[in-house]
């Protein structure tokens, strides 16, 4: 039996063709032409379920989405994604079981991501984990026993607004020290510039000087494979508060295995080294032992694959 | 059909017996005998469960136990529970239903007293929410459509070892700035002597003054109920950090219900009337008109009301 899983991203829409348990038979891409609003990204959509259905080798059992916004879970609607400008609210689960007669189930881009690496990736073998995007923003998706938990309304897992200082600086959201307010690209980069520049000496301060514009995460990660302390600092810098707010994590929902993907997390050894010997040490000693921290496997190929999981 | 329902505490074994949805059917309650040893506790819990069986109207569906100490699900075990010296590890499942000959069910404390709540006390109407105790230490059940939230290994709800600040004060368990360490019975009356002797001039001055031991968040709320600006500022302080923490776990688990128990809860309007200003502000803005703070209805009772209802 095969299933759609599509991934609905602000610049391209992943579409892939599944089998239970974790097979993936094929997968294509789509632009979103979101500029051109949301009938164009809608008309994506369709293109892509039309495609793909075409490359099913069996009736298919339904199609799953990821979408970046709110979805209300019983209204079957998504509202205000940010990346998709002018989409308002949009019944979408209406729009496309309508249109393809066929089941359709919708899920938050962050939990499909969790999702696929449960069924397809690094969670294989592990019923229950925190799977982390550390991207612009910081968010996660809660698996438990192999499924998305969803709290009341389905916001669950809003892992980035988990505080790791209550008398800390404000975050867009309206808390205090929300830990995406130190972790996200665009704080993480300001801290970076900041350090580079007031310390000088290593090997990203020219760059830092001339063109400061031009350092990113995937930058100071090479310079920390090549052993420059400064960047090696930054990313241990970056592990610690992190390890801050996952141990609030493990112990709140005692689930001691956390996938980590997202931009961020492919720098690999400088995150996962100090992050690895942080951590425990600030968990309950019930977990201490179990603690686990595993790179994703699936990369941008996890939110399609969780999608099509959907009807897993 | 009637089931009993036993709260093993540090001093008095409390035992209910009750029918469903919701009907305590009688109660009583004998001494725990924990400082003589843990084989006295045994005898103590059969007899509270012989006692119980007697009082049924009809066979019962089983016993269900609320203990303390860590609860291995999977061997039947119960370990270490911090106020029953000696105990160890003992296969406290397989003693009960090899001498009773009936289903049984433990659970952790905190659960149970959470689980309490849902079906016979606050949480009536709220399929979800957190359950937590404000006591000695700060506990929590997770109460997700009427069921224990477990996590792996049933760990889950140690709201206490959620950090409010990341670079904090060590915390008995290894963390840093647990929010336990600051609202804990006994650094929560440390900071109360210590900004009462410091500032003077209140209602508790004298007592600090002359017989600091005798100063309790009991005196402290009473206080702060008849209008001693020092008392309501102290009861401000601990809302304003519980809020902290709470934030923290509405934003994790989409969970804005929040019952609360536990003897500082009792502090009524002076710790909720803060707490229920300073929570909105700090909670993303979709939960922000969902969020209720309430107090636990069940009081001492929520814990063997919870046990009975194991086998609901």
Redesign the interface.
Known sequence: MNMLGIDVGATTIKVSVCSAPDILLTDFSLPTRAHEGPDAVLDQIHEGISQGLALCDTSPLGIGLGMPG?IDHHAGTVSWPPNLPGWGVRPLLRLLEDRWKLPVRIENDANCAALGEARFGAGRGHP?FLGVTLGTGIGAG?I?DGHI???????????G???????GALCK????GCVEAYLGIEPFLRHARDTIGREGGGMLSSLVATTPEALTPKRIAEAARQGDPQSIGLFAWYA??L???L???I???????IILGGGIAGAGAPLFAPLQSELP???????RD?IRVLPAERGNQAGMLGAASLFF
């Open positions: 709110t229950s809660i438990v938990f969803h709290g009341t309304l389905g916001f669950a897992g809003e892992l607004h988990l505080s790791i200082d209550g008398e959201c309206g808390g205090q610690r508060h390890a801050m707010a141990a609030s994590a112990n709140l929902l005692d689930l001691p295995v040490q600030r968990v309950l000693a019930a977990h179990r």
